[in-house]
């Protein structure tokens, strides 16, 4: 995980205000390490972060790795609440954000706990570690290589669940390294690689799968601004070889290359995941960059477990995969019974990349970690081959009299419309049916005529009457949660207040 501390050549990262190479960055993590010794910390203790997709957060995790303490990446987009819940929970010794949230931190810090004040955490901004737009002046040499027992806690990444209380999950420093075997291994990331950091990089997704591996085998990565479109395109166009993309994401980079007249590129992985994938996506990347996405699997709690296909499997469609080395991967039954091939159930997953647990939660801990195995709470069933197919979340499922509905069904089925390029499908309470389909649409073009009556046609020789939705909301636009996903709640209040009835 650490393997970059050794004396290799080249750039080691690219980010908004110029490249450092390998030497360079070492310099500046010794420098932070002297910094963050002066504070009386001790291995274990939390520090946050609460900065933007920048060179300050990259050097932010690695200091605090290297010194035993456990990182806690707040993304900077949330709410005043939210940030406060998360320092509530996770009781840091020291918060790292930006010289223009240090007044703002006094609010963040202000959660009504009644803490005392001796525990309340240092504020620190990147400029106070010693590299803020000096990355080039002489530090203390590179940091001592970290000697930090695999089983020792290393990154604390939070969640939101389905209460609206945020999950704090825990990593240790083997899960890193189990993930460097996991991810590096099966998609053969090597030296020659570079990983554009496009997305929120205060995810597990971001740092642990697209920064870690890349650095350790002295591959590259990029910063650059969380969803900046035109900064992702000059990174494809300066070499980029890997890039693991949101859907939402994705299709901006389609259109922003379609006008471009397309992008020159070296590009060797485009995955895509974290949300359901429309078939029109794979379509229209591989028109634009020439390059097939991959559609994968993964949550906080597991990291990516399967990809479509791994490295030397064949694709096949539909399918989210096949397990990456050294994950096992089961569909079970309602009492804990793997299933037969063909036959949905919960998907249970074992992974070196597997998180630790939540943290100060053992009951939630113990119903989701099971002898090493993770319950994810995704439905989907294995084929004869061991392909992965995924149906959806569990908490997702559409019950109409009595009827299950897997939403991504009837999203696929709207998304082979012409004029459609995305649906969000969501279930809303009714009084005697328990509940209804609704849907949100976006048309590829706004200037298209894509009213409810043409979708409600579309889809009455292609769905069962109970999966077409009764109420449907046309939209340019889909919003997003903070880590850039779609906001389904928002979606569904979105439909009760304006959607038209089909």
Known sequence: ????????????????????????????????????????LTPGDRVA???PNSLDLLV?????????????????????????????????????????????ARSWLDVGDGREAEVTPHVLTPEWLGHGGDQAAPG?????????????PAVLFYTSGSTGLPKGVLYSHGTLV???????DGLGISASDRSVLCHCMSTNFVFAQLTVPFLDVGGTVEIVDFGDVDQTLDAIERGATFLSLIPWFGFQLIDAGRRRGGASNRLRVVEVGGDRVPTSYFSGFHEVFGVMPREHLGMAEA?????????????????VGLPLPGVQVEVRDQLGQPEAAGAEGQIWVKSPANMVGYWEDPELTG?????????????????????????GRAKQIIICDGDNIHPKEVELEISRHPLVQQACVVGLPHPTRGETVAAAVMPRDPADDLTVAVLADFLRDRLAEVKIPETVLILDGFPETAAGKLDRDAIATAILARGERA
């Open 367 to 391: 119903e989701t970690l099971q002898d090493g195995w993770v319950a994810t709470g995704d439905l989907g069933y294995l084929d004869q081959d061991g392909y992965l197919w995924y149906t």
């Open 140 to 152: 203390t040499g590179l940091p001592p290589e970290p000697r930090w027992p695999l089983d020792h």
């Open 1 to 40: 995980m650490f393997g970059f501390l050794g004396l290799r050549e080249g750039v080691a990262v690219r980010h908004q205000r110029g490249s450092l190479t390998f030497g360079e960055l070492n310099n500046l993590l010794g420098r932070a390490c002297a910094r963050l010794d002066g504070l009386g």
């Open 49 to 51: 972060t609460v900065l």
């Open 178 to 184: 189990g993930n460097c075997r996991v991810y590096g």
């Open 303 to 319: 990291n990516t477990y399967v990809v479509n296909p791994p490295a030397g499997k064949g694709l096949r469609p539909g399918s």
């Open 60 to 104: 932010g995790y690695y200091a605090c790795l290297l010194k035993g303490l456990v990182v806690t990446p707040i993304n900077a987009r949330l709410a005043l609440a939210e940030i406060q819940a998360i320092l509530r929970h996770s009781t840091p010794r020291c918060l790292i954000t930006t010289e223009a949230n240090t007044r703002r």
